[in-house]
């Protein structure tokens, strides 16, 4: 998760240039970290653990983190203004994985907190 973590920062810090390396890197990155979630989701609800839970936190906000900055790149003009978009979906994307850890840490996980929804 930390390689794919540091992809995604490589990516950004190379500005997501078109035909470049890293942005190949990056689109190989995101169906990685895709296909691993069609994975990981079942195998957290069949073998729920503090390791499912943390890599559930690490795997959906990078995922959230990629697409909310592709959203950004879409749809967000002119160059201060997208940095500051970028900026603050990096904040945005940090507090998410801080209080999923948190939650983790200190509730249920986010695997028990799933299941407990469920049986409502």
Same mark, same amino acid.
């Given at each position: 998760m930390a390689s794919l973590w540091r992809l995604g #920062?490589?990516?950004g810090? *190379? $500005?997501g240039r078109a035909g470049s390396k890293a942005s190949s890197l990056h689109w190989t990155g995101e169906r990685v970290v895709s296909v691993l =979630? =069609? $994975?990981l989701i079942p195998a957290a609800y069949l073998n729920p653990s503090s390791a499912m839970d943390y890599s559930l936190a690490a795997a959906l906000t990078l995922h959230s983190h990629w697409g909310l900055g592709q #959203?950004? &790149?879409d749809y967000v003009h002119g160059d201060a203004l *997208?940095? &500051?978009a970028k900026a603050g979906v990096l904040a945005l994307s940090a507090l998410t994985f801080a209080g999923l850890c948190y939650f983790n840490c200190h509730d249920v996980g986010i695997c028990k907190a799933v299941a407990m929804l469920w049986k409502l």
């Amino acid at each position: 998760m930390a390689s794919l973590w540091r992809l995604g #920062v490589l990516c950004g810090a *190379q $500005g997501g240039r078109a035909g470049s390396k890293a942005s190949s890197l990056h689109w190989t990155g995101e169906r990685v970290v895709s296909v691993l =979630l =069609l $994975g990981l989701i079942p195998a957290a609800y069949l073998n729920p653990s503090s390791a499912m839970d943390y890599s559930l936190a690490a795997a959906l906000t990078l995922h959230s983190h990629w697409g909310l900055g592709q #959203v950004v &790149t879409d749809y967000v003009h002119g160059d201060a203004l *997208q940095k &500051t978009a970028k900026a603050g979906v990096l904040a945005l994307s940090a507090l998410t994985f801080a209080g999923l850890c948190y939650f983790n840490c200190h509730d249920v996980g986010i695997c028990k907190a799933v299941a407990m929804l469920w049986k409502l």
